[in-house]
């Protein structure tokens, strides 16, 4: 009996060394029935409709071990996290990073978000869903300019929203570059407040050509006081590279929350100027976000977004390069375990060129669009 106490006692005694060793697995599936409707200027995409059974592209079903080690006084974390896309049949690394921190805050190596980025995906409560404002989803819905094709869409490719940004990057509320290879340094929360700066090269591996330097920065403030949460935000980031100057981008964005209610805003302004054009002027975009939702009896919440993405290029008189693309979206999300939710969600997304006359099949992948999007979907985590 004796014998038994003490290997017990032993085996509790190692616990804490396992744990400090063992890697957590985890995961995500996360599905939607999308039921489409574009109504184009293009001929052949006057009228598309289609439902189908995807993948959310805004955020991929995934799987991952992550775990960390403590050691004088400091942290060692990783993540190692592979998207699994079956609309697209693809298996891809998602994130891969360590994080090395202590008193004087963490170094971060590794794929993951730039630290831009992270705020728009903090403050748009949709950012989960077909409705998310970063609009990778809404871009399979939105056809280029049309072939000669009598069957709508036969061979032709999909145009990104991100074509129409100056710097080519995602998002209709805010500027979404997605995850990349990068080296971060995150400081300590002093009072509430924290900065986050990364380098990346826009995953960029080429020897030769154009290639750019992206130094993304966000300070934030968030506090929680007598029931409510208050958040301030700036981002600013500055690109450096062959064919491009005075590229940037700047924004500010703000979230409150109170008694179940939450309310987030956020505007970007973003520019950059081709120095392969004889005295060029900028091309320009400006990316603004307002969001609300609630929650109530702890497992409901509805949620409304607005984003809006205006883009001039300025070396063309009038109107001629002018668009503006806004998307409006509700939610309702019930969760019913707390690793497993449904939903429902209607989005709506409009593409407008100031100059009328280009709403037309003749322009390529210029031409006004509406395009909806209604989905029921299921995220479950584990």
């Given at each position: 009996m004796r014998k038994l106490?003490?290997?017990?006692?032993g085996m509790l005694l190692a616990v804490p060394a396992i744990a400090d060793v063992m890697p957590t697995i985890y995961g995500k599936v996360n599905r939607e029935i999308q039921m489409k409707n574009l109504d184009a200027e293009q001929t052949d995409s006057k009228e598309i409709k289609n439902i189908r059974s995807v993948d959310v592209a805004n955020s991929e079903s995934r799987i991952g071990v992550k775990g960390e080690y403590g050691f004088n006084d400091h942290t060692a974390k990783y993540v190692l996290e592979m998207g699994l896309n079956s609309g697209t049949n693809t298996i891809g690394i998602r994130e891969s990073y360590v994080d090395m921190g202590g008193f004087w805050g963490s170094i971060i190596a590794g794929q993951t978000y730039v630290a831009g980025d992270m705020l728009g995906l903090k403050l748009d409560p949709l950012s989960g869903t077909s409705a998310g404002l970063?609009?990778?989803?809404?871009?399979?819905?939105?056809?280029s300019t049309p072939d000669d094709s009598t069957t709508p869409l036969v061979n032709e490719s999909y145009v990104p929203i991100k074509n129409d940004h100056a710097l080519g990057a995602y998002g209709i509320g805010y500027t979404y570059r997605s995850r990349k290879?990068?080296?971060?340094?995150?400081?300590p929360v002093i009072g509430g407040f924290q900065f986050y700066t990364t380098i990346d090269n826009n995953d960029d591996i080429?020897?030769?050509g154009k290639k750019n330097t992206f130094w993304s920065n966000q300070a934030s403030f968030e506090k929680e006081m007598n029931g409510m949460n208050l958040g301030v935000?700036?981002?600013?980031?500055?690109v450096s590279g062959a064919g491009m100057k005075d590229a940037s981008v700047m924004g500010f964005g703000a979230s409150f929350g109170m008694m179940g209610f939450g309310l987030?805003?956020?505007?970007?302004?973003?520019?950059a100027t081709d120095t392969d054009v004889a005295?060029?002027?900028?091309?320009?975009?400006?990316q603004m976000m307002v969001t609300g939702k609630y929650t109530f009896m702890d497992t409901n919440t509805v949620a409304m977004t607005y984003g809006k993405m205006s883009n001039e290029d300025k070396n063309v008189a009038g109107n001629a390069a002018k668009n503006n693309t806004t998307q409006m979206a509700f939610a309702f999300i019930k969760e019913l375990h707390k690793n497993v939710?449904?939903?429902?969600?209607?989005?709506?997304?409009?593409?407008?060129?100031?100059?009328?006359?280009?709403?037309?099949a003749a322009v390529a992948a210029g031409g006004g669009f509406k395009a909806t999007v209604a989905a029921v979907g299921t995220t479950i985590t584990f």
């Open positions: 106490f003490v290997i017990t006692l970063e609009a990778i989803d809404i871009t399979n819905a939105l056809p290879e990068l080296v971060g340094y995150k400081t080429a020897l030769a935000y700036a981002v600013y980031d500055i987030t805003g956020m505007y970007t302004m973003s520019e005295a060029a002027k900028p091309y320009e975009t400006t939710s449904v939903r429902a969600s209607y989005g709506i997304v409009e593409k407008e060129q100031e100059d009328a006359t280009l709403n037309v």
